[in-house]
């Protein structure tokens, strides 16, 4: 291992290309798997199909966190990295020479990866909905106010010519749409979305998790390159998928503006057309 560590500053070992980083992540995705498959039988075997099926989720969470422990925190390499031949390393400080600074990481930096894959999420899934909760009820308290203040002073409103209401304000509106779109607005998916959109571009971090702390990998041999440090054919990199991906996002992201404006203009001609009906009747009366 010090061997390692001293010597991956030199040329001969670049960093590993994204179909690799994709094998080796395939590859340790199945133990981590049979690990699941195990605890969870042994879950069932001690306490019964019914609670293995309830803590289904926290079986997986604790195979995937003995499975890193056991590799990534104690600094060895994974059963998918040392498949692919791929080593863990801090990203380069200084982009300027990116051989200068590549060393191996520091357990803490290991143990911020760990929390940031596994017990991040974990605790977010845990989360989140009773925070969606509370800022539905927040938004939906603060929206029938406004819209009893509106109904209360419409009637004055109309006598005077006044301002606009409440309901047409753009603190409603904002309300408005933060609570018809707050699952949408509160996931992470659109995060890890862009995240594998960068890494199908760069080739350089898979993981959200590896991104944050500055984890990439890099080659152990020469022989995984071709000429002047380029992909082999096989090695080809997924600007493809990225561009694709991108596209999607970029239809859905229209696709919710269109929504949006659509809701928004079908709910002003409402008011208007309640508007001015109410004031018809006025006249009549």
């Not at 590859?27 to 099926?53: E, I, M, P, V, W």
């Not at 890193?68 to 982009?95: D, F, I, K, M, W």
């Amino acid at each position: 291992m010090a061997t390692l560590s001293s010597s991956l500053a030199s040329p001969p070992y670049p960093f590993a290309f994204a179909p690799d980083i994709i094998r080796a992540h395939q590859k340790d995705a199945y133990f981590q798997g049979l690990l699941t498959n195990q605890l969870t039988d042994l879950h069932r075997r001690l306490l019964g199909a019914r609670s293995a099926h309830a803590w289904s989720t926290e079986s997986r969470t604790l195979a995937d966190l003995i499975y890193l422990s056991l590799t990534t925190l104690l600094g060895n390499r994974t059963l998918g990295e040392e498949y692919c031949g791929l080593v863990q390393v801090e990203a380069s400080p200084s982009p300027s020479n990116p051989d200068h600074g590549r060393r191996l990481p520091s357990i803490q930096r290991r143990a911020a990866y760990i929390a940031g894959s596994i017990l991040l999420p974990y605790g977010l899934a845990k989360l989140l909905p009773a925070i969606r909760a509370r800022i539905r009820t927040r938004l939906q308290r603060d929206l029938a106010r406004a819209e009893a203040r509106a109904q209360s002073s419409s009637s004055d409103a109309n006598l005077k010519g006044g301002g606009k209401p409440a309901t047409q304000t753009w603190s409603y509106k904002i309300q408005t749409y933060l609570l018809t779109n707050l699952s949408t607005l509160t996931s992470p998916a659109p995060v890890h979305a862009l995240s594998l959109a960068l890494f199908y571009f760069s080739g350089s971090y898979y993981e959200l998790a590896k991104r944050l702390t500055g984890l990439r990998y890099i080659f152990t041999s020469r022989t995984q390159t071709g000429d002047a440090g380029e992909p082999s054919a096989d090695r080809a990199g997924y600007e493809l998928l990225g561009v694709l991906l991108v596209v999607q996002m970029s239809v859905q992201a229209y696709l919710h503006v269109r929504s949006t404006l659509a809701s928004s203009q079908l709910a002003s001609r409402e008011r208007n057309a309640g508007g001015a009906g109410s004031e018809v009747g006025r006249l009549a009366s």
